[in-house]
């Protein structure tokens, strides 16, 4: 589907975009307190969750409707523009009651077409500005689709949130990050905006700064940090909160750099190295073309002589030699493991296709 989508930001003056707040309004007074000490770090939208989607029962789920009113007086106030998280029609219905500036769909509603299809409905006719964050799962499809129906109900400043997402066995994050998948997002829709929440990402704030600096390295358009004025009593993600002035120093050690090129000589120096990774990339296509002819060659071979396609000794030889070479090389046992595992698994399907021949002529 083909999205008109307005940019929430001017890129060259607003990055990066900044979206701070507690992860729960707590008390009226919790709620005053972080805004006004907030307003003096420049924010440009305070955050706060009024209702709390919790995996367990009897977990604080949200003061409700009532710190809505909070919110308001937050705009007041200071000038903030507000926005908090909503799962159904009726917490639509209720934050824009009270003048909310942007909603936010969290990873739990993203996740479910009907949830989000139900928020579609109830923001028909409405303008204003919504935040979708990733689904819990890594699917970059669901998260898109998510954006299309939001944008089908006549929403055109749309932009998403990146908050990781659930890895089994993952223990440096709290969310895997997988950068890839906003990636892919960004060059599909070059006009949405697209915010990091390093806060649930990482889970804990020894990585907040890391995590924020990498998105920025990676052209995101801002952040949204959790920030409470005495983050160890918060009453939800206590260990991924930060005071205001932890904040303000995070913020004030972001390196920024350009969204875009502008001056003619650096244009000319980059536009000549990427045309030398266009002819590496040419060639590394062209050495893969033929490495997948032997792969051919070695699958007629076993349909001659009934060998299975996967020979697990073989291919644990390979991957050792591989990462050993890729260490010579500079280049991480990750990555060269995946990269490893993407031509196997293709070599392993022209093999197949070779076996589907035999069958065909019989």
Not at 112 to 127: C, K, T
Request: proline share 5%; glycine share 6%.
């Amino acid at each position: 589907m083909e999205l008109n989508i307005t940019p929430l930001i001017d890129r060259e003056k607003e990055r990066p975009f900044l979206i701070a707040g507690p992860c729960s309004a707590e008390t009226e007074e919790q709620v005053m307190e972080t805004a006004h000490q907030l307003k003096e770090q420049n924010i440009h939208l305070y955050r706060a969750g009024i209702w709390k989607p919790r995996t367990r029962p009897n977990s604080f789920e949200g003061v409700g409707k009532v710190g809505l009113k909070w919110l308001k007086r937050v705009k007041k106030e200071t000038g903030l523009k507000v926005t908090t998280e909503v799962a159904n029609k009726d917490h639509v219905f209720e934050a824009l009651k009270h003048d909310i500036d942007v909603l936010w769909l969290g990873a739990r509603t993203t996740v479910n077409p009907f949830s989000v299809q139900a928020i579609a409905d109830a923001l028909e006719g409405v303008d204003i500005p919504v935040l979708i964050k990733n689904p819990i799962n890594a699917d970059l499809g669901l998260w898109i689709g998510a954006i299309e129906r939001i944008y089908k109900a006549g929403i055109k400043q749309i932009g998403v949130i990146h908050r990781g997402f659930s890895s089994p066995g993952n223990t440096m994050y709290r969310n895997a990050p997988m950068w890839q998948i906003p990636i892919d997002l960004m060059a599909k829709y070059p006009d949405l905006t697209i915010i990091c929440d390093n806060s649930h990402i990482c889970g804990r704030r020894d990585t907040l700064q890391t995590v924020a600096q990498r998105a920025l390295d990676l052209n995101f358009d801002g952040l949204m940090t959790e920030v409470h004025p005495s983050p160890d009593d918060a009453l939800s993600d206590a260990k991924q909160q930060i005071t205001p002035f932890i904040y303000g120093e995070l913020v004030k050690d972001l390196n920024v750099r350009k969204a875009n090129f502008q001056n003619p000589a650096t244009l000319t120096d980059i536009k000549d190295l990427r045309h030398e990774i266009d002819i590496i990339d040419a060639e590394i296509f062209e050495i893969l073309g033929k490495r997948m002819k032997v792969a051919e060659a070695i699958g007629r071979y076993k349909k001659a002589n009934n060998i299975a396609i996967l020979q697990p000794t073989r291919w644990g030889e390979i991957l050792m030699k591989a990462v050993e070479i890729g260490k010579e090389k500079g280049l991480s046992e990750e990555f060269v493991a995946s990269f490893l595992k993407a031509i196997h698994h293709e070599s392993i399907k022209h093999q197949e296709e070779v076996l589907k021949e035999q069958v065909k002529s019989k």
